[in-house]
């Protein structure tokens, strides 16, 4: 499993935790090297996550119009990603970017809330509760947490069993 990239969005849209690993592959292997100026144009990390969230947010809201209420999004893939998609009760969005070979992650967030999240940043006192202006979650076990995972899939799933 190749993870490309983590984003948690808050209640407000704010992306509030974002972190990348290896890049994504770009949609055209033939394209030139970037030089300077293009370096510049390219999508700052505000603005992929930014892309991330619309997508998602369109993405739900047209499951939701087609299939009802009772349908949830849970995943989309291309040529050469997958988007997995987990929604907690109080709005959290939890989406990992990965390679398109990967199965379905949706259990894998929600114990990535469950575990880390919930354990490290809501039941740290020193942390807020809301995240105004894309105040980003900050907390050194949640994200030491998040590298296991993704450095050691099979280290975190042990950790995770162990009473």
Request: charged share 20%; proline share 7%.
């Amino acid at each position: 499993m190749v993870v490309y990239s983590f984003y948690i969005f808050d209640r407000h849209a704010e992306c509030i935790y974002k972190k990348k690993w290896t890049p994504r592959p770009s949609s055209s292997s033939t394209k030139p090297p970037l030089d300077g100026a293009t370096q510049a144009k390219a999508l700052s990390a505000e603005d992929d996550a930014k892309l991330i969230f619309g997508t998602i947010f369109s993405l739900r809201n047209m499951t939701r119009k087609l299939g009802g209420p009772e349908d949830n999004f849970i995943s989309y893939r291309t040529g050469h990603y997958k988007l997995h998609y987990y929604e907690t009760p109080t709005s959290l969005k939890f989406v990992m970017v990965t390679d398109t070979k990967t199965n379905n992650l949706r259990i894998v967030l929600h114990q990535i809330y469950v575990s880390l999240y919930v354990e490290y940043v809501v039941k740290n006192p020193l942390s807020p509760t809301e995240h105004p202006g894309g105040e980003g979650v900050n907390c050194e076990m949640f994200e030491l947490g998040v590298e296991q995972f993704v450095v050691s899939p099979a280290t975190f799933y042990q950790a995770l069993l162990k009473p």
